[in-house]
């Protein structure tokens, strides 16, 4: 559960909490209640196992001074050791008929004469595991009081003061046995504001030692942006140009860029990062390209090669299973740009005179990964671009997100239209059927994306998935010239069958989700997502991306399991994908409804490490941000909030993320 200290526990918050302080008296307990808190003595109880399933049962008859109740457990015969004959207890559980009489099932039970700690008052309700029950929790935390309420506070009191906050003893104790319902409240309030307080500090401090890091100005022509237009073959739209100006201006500075380029699947991030690479190279420096696949990285190099030869810049590939060029040849500056994968920092690849580093969907990478690139340059450090197509909510790039500056693309490309989606159900499956058939006699190409069962999927499990939906689509498209593509396929077989699609000499491409973000095939048109209801909105958009990519009409088709099946949030979530197109918003609906682990996955930034802290509360983000700024303004290293700055063990690269 990675609870390693006293600490790790006292901020393992609960997860919900059950109010259980509403005592009823014995004979205001009926049925229509559901579950029922009391205060009573056990009169009598007794104990047998029953002789058909052998269940062990506890009866019992409780009284208080308005009547009496009976009450029973099942298989739970450690009890008979603590039961007390006449004590007084607080027990809390579901209330059911049974023969014509009132009973009390399976309830909790704890002595009266104790502080009670799992009823009789508002219990938390802590997430578990094999092993470690809730109650475990409850018990160690509730014999932690005495600790809690001897914290030292974290906050200076002039920020508590001017945000009307609590202090931290208070509300930890609080959080794990509140004393009511509005407690909880400032309690949240209270320890979230610390949270992301800790996140602003750690920010902006990262970006204050960011920009005291030596680098090299990268100048550029005043008319780079118009000359490069010119060879591009298609004008740039608005946002494209406002990126490339803001990333031109950022790299002319001797303050490193620290920019992430933000943009939908299809929405030009290619080109924008071409213009820098372009100005890089004009001015005699070394550009590096990260991609996270072999198969991202040769599309980058063939759709990037063209385009700066006519500038006269050089480039090469460097991928697991490529070298276009010897290692010599980077490290005595002959080749301007680098585009590869993981390879690009392996020890025997070095430059000349690196200045710019472009990654490619960033989290992908992990922190060191992209450190060892930037590392390549020998005496600076060089300007850094991240270019992202995971849509992000608002919220989060505004508020949290202020140690880089953002670029974003929101202009669709000249000539695309606007993607169709549509919901595939039983009704109108056939019809579903038609458009492929139709787009395929077209000859354009269809991408079917089967899910993956768990967020790992074993070799054997994934290769069944996609069996079973080839085995189906055979039959839907007897004619069909189809193809799969997973995880476990070789890197040369994948770049392969992402040649065939993108040629012509495939119709259907079967995939699991692993199909790389990023992939271009112009003559695609449909993407078939089967049980969409087990994606993110943010990855559904993701992948709906995959079409779009050309003038012709493309469609996007999600296909659930049968309605009986689907909860109403499921619904609700899918319904809005087919209407909204724009990645951010959907984003913010998964933040809502899903937590960041719906549009950032489950291994990624830093921010995922809040326990407690609401990613939509913009108010507090926007509090907590002035804050931390107001205290670096007038403590940058602080000196003097030492309890704050012990609780900052922030690894600020990783939040980097």
Request: hydrophobic fraction near 40%; aromatic fraction near 6%.
């Given at each position: 559960?990675?609870?390693k200290?006293?600490?790790?526990?006292?901020?393992?918050?609960?997860r919900?909490?059950?109010?259980?302080?509403?005592i009823?008296?014995?004979n205001?307990?009926?049925a229509?209640l559901?579950?029922?808190?009391?205060?009573?003595r056990?009169?009598?109880?007794s104990?047998f196992?029953?002789?058909?399933?052998r269940m062990?049962?506890?009866?019992?008859?409780?009284?208080?001074e308005?009547?009496?109740?009976?009450?029973?457990?099942?298989?739970?015969?450690y009890?008979?050791q603590?039961?007390?004959?006449?004590?007084?207890?607080?027990?809390?559980?579901?209330i059911r008929?049974r023969?014509?009489?009132?009973?009390?099932?399976?309830?909790?039970?704890?002595?009266?004469?104790k502080?009670?700690?799992?009823?009789?008052?508002?219990?938390?309700?802590y997430?578990a595991?094999?092993?470690?029950?809730?109650?475990?929790?409850?018990?160690?935390?509730?014999?932690?009081?005495?600790?809690?309420?001897?914290?030292?506070?974290?906050?200076?009191?002039?920020?508590?003061k001017?945000?009307?906050?609590i202090?931290?003893?208070?509300?930890?104790?609080?959080?794990?046995?509140?004393?009511?319902?509005?407690?909880?409240?400032?309690?949240?309030?209270?320890?979230?504001?610390?949270?992301?307080?800790?996140?602003?500090?750690?920010l902006?401090?990262?970006k204050?030692?960011?920009?005291?890091?030596?680098?090299?100005?990268?100048?550029?022509?005043?008319?780079?942006?118009?000359?490069?237009?010119?060879q591009?073959?298609?004008?740039?739209?608005?946002?494209?140009?406002t990126s490339?100006k803001?990333i031109?201006?950022?790299?002319?500075?001797?303050?490193?860029?620290?920019?992430?380029?933000?943009g939908?699947?299809?929405?030009?991030?290619?080109?924008?990062?071409?213009?820098?690479?372009?100005?890089?190279?004009?001015?005699?420096?070394?550009?590096?390209?990260?991609?996270?696949?072999?198969?991202?990285?040769?599309?980058?190099?063939?759709?990037?090669?063209?385009?700066?030869?006519?500038?006269?810049?050089s480039?090469?590939?460097?991928?697991g299973?490529?070298?276009?060029?010897d290692?010599s040849?980077?490290?005595?500056?002959?080749?301007?740009?680098?585009?590869?994968?993981?390879?690009?920092?392996?020890?025997?690849?070095?430059?000349?005179?690196?200045?710019?580093?472009?990654?490619d969907?960033?989290?992908?990478f992990?922190v060191?990964?992209?450190?060892?690139?930037?590392?390549?340059?020998?005496?600076?450090?060089?300007h850094?671009?991240?270019?992202?197509?995971?849509?992000?909510p608002?919220?989060?790039?505004l508020?949290?997100?202020?140690?880089?500056?953002?670029?974003?693309l929101?202009?669709?490309p000249?000539?695309?239209l606007?993607?169709?989606?549509?919901?595939?159900?039983?009704?109108?499956?056939?019809?579903a059927?038609?458009?492929?058939?139709?787009e395929i006699?077209?000859?354009?190409?269809?991408f079917?994306?089967?899910p993956l069962?768990?967020?790992v999927?074993n070799?054997?499990?994934?290769?069944?998935?996609?069996?079973?939906?080839?085995?189906?689509?055979?039959?839907?498209?007897?004619?069909?010239?189809?193809g799969?593509?997973?995880?476990?396929?070789?890197?040369?077989e994948?770049?392969?069958?992402m040649?065939?699609?993108?040629?012509?000499?495939l119709?259907?491409?079967?995939?699991?989700?692993?199909i790389?973000?990023?992939?271009?095939?112009?003559?695609?048109?449909?993407?078939?997502?089967?049980?969409?209801?087990?994606?993110?909105?943010?990855?559904?958009?993701?992948?709906?991306?995959?079409?779009g990519?050309?003038s012709?009409?493309?469609?996007?088709?999600?296909?659930?399991?049968?309605a009986?099946?689907?909860?109403?949030?499921?619904?609700?979530r899918?319904?809005?994908?087919?209407?909204?197109?724009?990645?951010?918003?959907?984003?913010?609906?998964?933040?809502?409804?899903?937590?960041?682990?719906?549009?950032?996955?489950?291994n990624?930034?830093g921010l995922?490490h809040?326990?407690?802290?609401n990613l939509?509360?913009?108010?507090?983000?926007?509090?907590t941000?002035?804050?931390?700024?107001?205290?670096?303004?007038?403590?940058?290293t602080?000196?003097?909030?030492?309890?704050?700055?012990?609780r900052?063990s922030?690894n600020y690269?990783?939040?980097e993320?």
């Amino acid at each position: 559960m990675g609870l390693k200290t006293v600490g790790d526990l006292l901020t393992y918050y609960p997860r919900r909490w059950e109010d259980l302080s509403q005592i009823t008296p014995l004979n205001g307990v009926e049925a229509a209640l559901g579950r029922a808190t009391v205060r009573a003595r056990l009169l009598s109880f007794s104990s047998f196992r029953t002789p058909r399933r052998r269940m062990f049962l506890i009866n019992g008859l409780l009284e208080d001074e308005t009547g009496a109740l009976r009450v029973v457990w099942f298989n739970q015969p450690y009890l008979t050791q603590s039961l007390k004959k006449g004590a007084e207890y607080y027990l809390s559980g579901p209330i059911r008929e049974r023969d014509g009489h009132l009973v009390l099932t399976n309830p909790s039970i704890e002595p009266a004469e104790k502080t009670p700690v799992h009823s009789g008052r508002i219990i938390p309700i802590y997430p578990a595991t094999a092993g470690i029950s809730t109650r475990m929790l409850r018990r160690w935390l509730k014999n932690l009081i005495a600790t809690i309420r001897e914290l030292p506070d974290t906050l200076p009191e002039d920020i508590r003061k001017n945000y009307r906050l609590i202090d931290r003893a208070h509300a930890i104790e609080n959080i794990h046995f509140p004393h009511s319902l509005s407690a909880i409240g400032e309690a949240r309030r209270r320890l979230g504001f610390e949270e992301l307080l800790l996140v602003h500090l750690g920010l902006l401090i990262a970006k204050q030692q960011w920009e005291k890091l030596p680098t090299k100005a990268i100048p550029h022509s005043p008319d780079l942006i118009k000359d490069f237009e010119a060879q591009l073959g298609f004008k740039l739209t608005p946002t494209q140009k406002t990126s490339i100006k803001e990333i031109l201006s950022d790299i002319a500075k001797s303050i490193p860029m620290n920019r992430l380029l933000l943009g939908d699947v299809g929405s030009g991030k290619t080109a924008v990062a071409a213009a820098a690479l372009v100005a890089t190279a004009k001015a005699g420096r070394q550009s590096a390209l990260m991609a996270p696949t072999e198969v991202l990285a040769t599309q980058h190099y063939y759709n990037l090669q063209p385009l700066l030869a006519k500038f006269g810049v050089s480039t090469t590939l460097l991928t697991g299973s490529t070298k276009l060029h010897d290692y010599s040849e980077i490290e005595n500056g002959d080749v301007d740009v680098v585009i590869g994968t993981h390879a690009l920092i392996q020890k025997q690849v070095g430059f000349k005179n690196l200045n710019l580093v472009i990654v490619d969907e960033q989290h992908r990478f992990g922190v060191r990964q992209r450190e060892k690139l930037k590392n390549k340059a020998l005496d600076i450090t060089p300007h850094y671009l991240s270019l992202s197509a995971t849509p992000i909510p608002r919220t989060l790039f505004l508020g949290l997100l202020h140690n880089l500056e953002i670029s974003e693309l929101t202009s669709i490309p000249t000539g695309r239209l606007p993607i169709i989606t549509r919901l595939v159900t039983e009704q109108n499956r056939a019809t579903a059927c038609k458009l492929i058939e139709r787009e395929i006699k077209d000859g354009h190409a269809i991408f079917v994306i089967t899910p993956l069962i768990d967020e790992v999927l074993n070799d054997e499990q994934e290769r069944a998935s996609i069996a079973s939906e080839l085995k189906s689509l055979k039959r839907s498209f007897p004619k069909a010239r189809i193809g799969s593509l997973h995880g476990r396929v070789a890197s040369e077989e994948k770049l392969e069958l992402m040649t065939k699609i993108k040629n012509g000499d495939l119709d259907i491409l079967v995939a699991t989700s692993v199909i790389e973000v990023g992939i271009d095939v112009p003559r695609a048109t449909i993407i078939w997502i089967k049980n969409a209801d087990r994606f993110g909105l943010a990855q559904l958009h993701q992948l709906r991306g995959r079409v779009g990519r050309s003038s012709l009409q493309s469609y996007c088709l999600i296909e659930t399991n049968s309605a009986e099946q689907q909860n109403e949030e499921d619904i609700n979530r899918l319904t809005s994908f087919v209407k909204i197109n724009d990645g951010s918003k959907l984003a913010e609906i998964d933040l809502k409804l899903r937590g960041p682990g719906a549009f950032f996955g489950s291994n990624q930034s830093g921010l995922l490490h809040l326990k407690i802290a609401n990613l939509t509360d913009k108010k507090l983000i926007t509090e907590t941000r002035t804050a931390a700024e107001a205290m670096l303004k007038t403590d940058p290293t602080l000196t003097h909030h030492p309890e704050l700055k012990a609780r900052l063990s922030f690894n600020y690269v990783t939040h980097e993320e």
